[in-house]
């Protein structure tokens, strides 16, 4: 079974950055593409971004693209959110998830993953 535990939420000034990073275990590290999503007081948990290390594929919702930017350390099995240009409606709790089959493809739909970490927060101040 695939684990997932995510680190680096904190409390950061608008226009600040923070990276967060998500630790795997359990499988075959870049065999399942890895998914970050957040989840905003009151609202659903959406798709930030997500790579596939198979494939080369990344995807990132249109608010954070060119902000944000995830990325793979194979030797570590951690895959890492690097977040620029933070704003107050980033706030939020971030979680990273992986699908329930390996695959060189990734998506940014909650029901494509399965197995997903405990989540850290993220606030952005003004």
């Known amino acids: 079974e695939v684990q997932l535990v995510e680190s680096g939420g904190g409390l950061v000034q608008a226009g600040g950055s923070l990276r967060l990073a998500c630790s795997v275990t359990?499988?075959?590290?870049?065999?399942?593409?890895i998914g970050w999503f957040r989840q905003a007081p009151g609202k659903e948990r959406e798709g930030v971004a997500c790579s596939s290390s198979l494939s080369g594929i990344t995807r990132y919702t249109d608010s954070v693209k060119g902000r944000f930017a995830i990325s793979s350390d194979n030797a570590k099995n951690t895959v890492y959110l690097q977040m620029n240009s933070l704003k107050p409606e980033d706030t939020a709790v971030y979680y990273c998830?992986?699908?329930?089959?390996?695959?060189?493809?990734?998506?940014?739909?909650?029901?494509?993953?399965?197995?997903w970490g405990q989540g850290t927060q993220v606030t952005v101040f003004s």
């Open positions: 998830a992986a699908p329930i089959m390996a695959g060189n493809s990734c998506g940014l739909l909650r029901y494509e993953y399965v197995y």
């Open positions: 359990g499988s075959t590290f870049g065999d399942y593409a």
